[in-house]
């Protein structure tokens, strides 16, 4: 029972296959299979003909070379001629309408990848399965549903002249088809098993096989650039990458040699029944039972047949193997997210008009044993700008990720005006939010339209992104640029411009900018600035957060210290709350912290750091 369910189970993958190739690339499929059933048929007027042709070249010479004898030939000779130049114009066209189709599907199915991986939870990404999942769907299995096509198609043009083959071999003797069908099955199993064998390794060694992209990555990658050469990593991660090569190169090469040699004797197999099968029909020409004629189609047969039935068998055998890979493909397309709102999202907010509020919230990241946050509770007034303070590790972004839903806590909830975050669609939550992350992303666009990425759902508004620029201080660097905001950025494509890491992070702040969102969310939006610019950060910070609900992450006291309200964190709780004079007048741990950090701050002011 269980077998015939994993064979339904085939018949779904293949059928979702094939939708797959027809919806891509309709009209190629069409003419692909018309030409098919022509190249199926071709190679059996081609052998008939040849008969014809022998036969009628010996009717002539036996007939004296009589003129109407000899034209009759000819016009075979004619006949058979076109038959090849159609083969030919056929085959060569059906390269082209191949590589066309090729293309057309690999991109929509590339096209299907992209879009679930970006449908699916940030969780995904902290987990090797993911990965593993992720690298065999975009590897091997993507180009299978074609190959699954192909060899379905292989399997019906090779199979439609195998029948062809098999009746003309019928007249002769009703065992003939029989010994060109023996003759391959040895290729059948060998192809069958080998394939199945080389899959089973390839889905074990997808783990290797990231990890040799990941040394590639450090190597060729301008993030790890600096570090490679300033620790002269080079050599390092060269070795790494050539050890995982070596061992995946070792096993891949194994099971070619493998397929190789069991392929040699299949065809000796296969050859010696065919060379039975030609010479019992030479022994019957020489003896007159036969014509010339027949030995010539007799020959063609075998020598097409045999390949023709293996062919055959092969290209089942992959269909059969296909499924194997496409289970991986459709495996990666069918996750769901878990993070998705009700069926009825509860109606989305303009503005938040009371709070944000963080209420009992416990959660641990999944496979950490040790919570991130831990009743933690927190509001954030609507209107005003909330700091969030505390020493890495404390769990500060990990607010802001619950409350954009990349994750959901354990127990407790994140309410925006006494509504649990989780009634709301997912997407339009984070509509609603301006996210300037510690780390923002280097786009490689031009400087105008990175800030524009900021509402991508809206047409570019050259006025706003302006001001948003003008606002986020960034207006005077990109104006520097060569070509101001049509500047391209980054150093990938050519001339492209790079920016300071400040120069990338004003970017992004005018993106935020761009954003217009009730929620401002800033996590550590300083930390490639010097003091020296804090004060004029904030009064932006300020501007951009008006009449909008703000919080804002920093480690830097001076930055905490101008917001409305401050919360310290620690080990994923809040300890204490108050505004700057509150709490330096209370004189815990944010008192001791401040007073530290002007320390410091006074001696680096000394020495003129
Ligand atoms: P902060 O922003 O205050 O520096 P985080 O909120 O980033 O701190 O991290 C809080 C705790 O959660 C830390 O102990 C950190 O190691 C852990 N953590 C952060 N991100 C992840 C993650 N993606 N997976 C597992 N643990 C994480």
């Given at each position: 029972?269980?077998?015939?369910?994993?064979?339904?189970?085939?018949?779904?993958?293949?059928?979702?296959?094939?939708?797959?190739?027809?919806?891509?690339?309709?009209?190629?499929?069409?003419?692909?299979?018309?030409?098919?059933?022509?190249?199926?048929?071709?190679?059996?007027?081609?052998?008939?003909?040849?008969?014809?042709?022998?036969?009628?070249?010996?009717?002539?010479?036996?007939?004296?070379?009589?003129?109407?004898?000899?034209?009759?030939?000819?016009?075979?000779?004619?006949?058979?001629?076109?038959?090849?130049?159609?083969?030919?114009?056929?085959?060569?066209?059906?390269?082209?309408?191949?590589?066309?189709?090729?293309?057309?599907?690999?991109?929509?199915?590339?096209?299907?990848?992209?879009?679930?991986?970006?449908?699916?939870?940030?969780?995904?990404?902290?987990?090797?399965?993911?990965?593993?999942?992720?690298?065999?769907?975009?590897?091997?299995?993507?180009?299978?549903?074609?190959?699954?096509?192909?060899?379905?198609?292989?399997?019906?043009?090779?199979?439609?002249?195998?029948?062809?083959?098999?009746?003309?071999?019928?007249?002769?003797?009703?065992?003939?088809?029989?010994?060109?069908?023996?003759?391959?099955?040895?290729?059948?199993?060998?192809?069958?098993?080998?394939?199945?064998?080389?899959?089973?390794?390839?889905?074990?060694?997808?783990?290797?096989?990231?990890?040799?992209?990941?040394?590639?990555?450090?190597?060729?990658?301008s993030?790890?650039a600096a570090?490679?050469?300033?620790?002269?990593?080079?050599?390092?991660?060269?070795?790494?990458?050539?050890?995982?090569?070596?061992?995946?190169?070792?096993?891949?090469?194994?099971?070619?040699?493998?397929?190789?040699?069991?392929?040699?004797?299949?065809?000796?197999?296969?050859?010696?029944?065919?060379?039975?099968?030609?010479?019992?029909?030479?022994?019957?020409?020489?003896?007159?039972?036969?014509?010339?004629?027949?030995?010539?189609?007799?020959?063609?047969?075998?020598?097409?047949?045999?390949?023709?039935?293996?062919?055959?068998?092969?290209?089942?055998?992959?269909?059969?193997?296909?499924?194997?890979?496409?289970?991986?493909?459709?495996?990666?397309?069918?996750?769901?997210?878990?993070?998705?709102?009700?069926?009825?999202?509860?109606?989305?907010?303009?503005?938040?008009?009371?709070?944000?509020?963080?209420?009992?919230?416990?959660?641990?990241?999944?496979?950490?044993?040790?919570?991130?946050?831990?009743?933690?509770?927190?509001?954030?007034?609507?209107?005003?700008?909330?700091?969030?303070?505390?020493?890495?590790?404390?769990?500060?972004?990990?607010?802001?990720?619950?409350?954009?839903?990349?994750?959901?806590?354990?127990?407790?909830?994140?309410?925006?005006?006494?509504?649990?975050?989780?009634?709301?669609?997912?997407?339009?939550?984070?509509?609603?939010?301006?996210?300037?992350?510690?780390?923002?992303?280097q786009?490689h666009?031009?400087a105008?339209?990175?800030?524009?990425?900021?509402?991508?759902?809206?047409?570019?508004?050259?006025?706003?992104?302006?001001?948003?620029?003008?606002?986020?201080?960034?207006?005077?660097f990109?104006?520097?640029l060569p070509?101001?905001?049509?500047t391209l950025l980054g150093k990938w494509f050519?001339d492209g411009a790079e920016l300071s890491g400040?120069e990338w992070?004003?970017l992004?702040?005018?993106?935020?900018?761009?954003?217009?969102?009730?929620?401002?969310?800033?996590?550590?939006?300083?930390?490639?600035?010097?003091?020296?610019?804090?004060?004029?950060?904030?009064?932006?910070?300020?501007?951009?957060?008006?009449?909008?609900?703000?919080?804002?992450?920093?480690?830097?006291?001076?930055?905490?210290?101008?917001?409305?309200?401050?919360?310290?964190?620690?080990?994923?709780?809040?300890?204490?709350?108050?505004?700057?004079?509150?709490?330096?007048?209370?004189?815990?741990?944010?008192?001791?912290?401040?007073?530290?950090?002007?320390?410091?701050?006074?001696?680096?002011?000394?020495?003129?750091?």
């Amino acid at each position: 029972m269980r077998g015939l369910f994993r064979k339904m189970k085939f018949l779904e993958h293949w059928k979702r296959a094939l939708a797959i190739v027809w919806s891509s690339a309709p009209g190629f499929t069409a003419v692909w299979a018309i030409f098919l059933l022509v190249q199926g048929v071709l190679p059996v007027a081609f052998v008939y003909l040849t008969k014809i042709v022998i036969d009628s070249i010996v009717a002539a010479n036996a007939g004296g070379g009589k003129w109407d004898d000899v034209g009759e030939a000819v016009f075979y000779l004619v006949v058979m001629g076109g038959t090849l130049l159609v083969a030919e114009v056929v085959k060569h066209l059906g390269v082209w309408i191949r590589a066309a189709q090729a293309e057309s599907i690999a991109d929509s199915i590339s096209d299907m990848v992209h879009r679930q991986a970006v449908r699916l939870d940030i969780v995904n990404y902290e987990t090797p399965e993911y990965h593993d999942l992720m690298e065999r769907a975009r590897g091997e299995s993507s180009g299978k549903p074609l190959e699954l096509l192909e060899s379905l198609g292989g399997s019906i043009r090779d199979g439609i002249t195998v029948l062809a083959f098999a009746a003309i071999l019928f007249s002769y003797a009703w065992w003939l088809p029989a010994v060109v069908i023996l003759g391959a099955v040895p290729s059948l199993i060998v192809a069958y098993r080998l394939d199945r064998d080389y899959h089973r390794w390839w889905k074990a060694s997808s783990n290797e096989r990231r990890w040799a992209s990941y040394y590639d990555a450090m190597l060729v990658h301008s993030d790890a650039a600096a570090e490679i050469r300033v620790f002269d990593l080079g050599r390092h991660f060269r070795n790494l990458y050539q050890g995982v090569r070596q061992k995946i190169r070792a096993e891949k090469l194994r099971h070619l040699r493998r397929q190789g040699t069991s392929r040699i004797a299949a065809g000796a197999f296969a050859l010696v029944t065919a060379g039975g099968a030609v010479a019992w029909m030479a022994y019957r020409v020489l003896y007159g039972f036969a014509s010339l004629g027949d030995l010539g189609v007799f020959y063609q047969i075998f020598s097409r047949g045999q390949s023709l039935v293996g062919s055959l068998l092969g290209s089942a055998g992959t269909v059969a193997n296909n499924s194997l890979y496409l289970e991986n493909l459709f495996d990666f397309l069918d996750l769901e997210p878990k993070i998705v709102g009700p069926e009825k999202p509860a109606p989305i907010f303009d503005r938040v008009s009371r709070s944000i509020e963080f209420r009992n919230v416990e959660f641990s990241y999944p496979g950490s044993t040790r919570p991130a946050l831990s009743d933690f509770d927190l509001e954030l007034p609507a209107n005003k700008v909330t700091a969030l303070v505390g020493v890495n590790g404390a769990g500060k972004s990990t607010a802001v990720k619950l409350l954009l839903r990349f994750y959901d806590p354990d127990r407790g909830s994140v309410l925006i005006d006494g509504t649990d975050i989780r009634n709301f669609d997912p997407v339009e939550l984070r509509r609603r939010a301006s996210v300037l992350f510690q780390f923002p992303m280097q786009y490689h666009a031009r400087a105008g339209e990175s800030i524009a990425l900021g509402a991508a759902d809206i047409e570019t508004d050259t006025e706003r992104v302006l001001e948003s620029s003008a606002n986020a201080g960034a207006h005077e660097f990109i104006s520097r640029l060569p070509e101001g905001y049509e500047t391209l950025l980054g150093k990938w494509f050519v001339d492209g411009a790079e920016l300071s890491g400040g120069e990338w992070q004003r970017l992004a702040l005018a993106r935020a900018f761009y954003r217009r969102a009730p929620i401002v969310l800033l996590d550590e939006p300083t930390s490639f600035m010097d003091s020296w610019s804090e004060a004029d950060w904030f009064e932006r910070l300020r501007s951009m957060t008006e009449r909008k609900t703000g919080l804002l992450i920093t480690h830097r006291f001076s930055i905490a210290k101008r917001a409305d309200v401050i919360h310290v964190i620690d080990r994923g709780r809040i300890v204490e709350s108050g505004s700057h004079s509150e709490l330096v007048r209370s004189g815990g741990a944010y008192a001791a912290s401040w007073d530290e950090q002007m320390r410091l701050d006074g001696e680096r002011i000394n020495y003129g750091t």
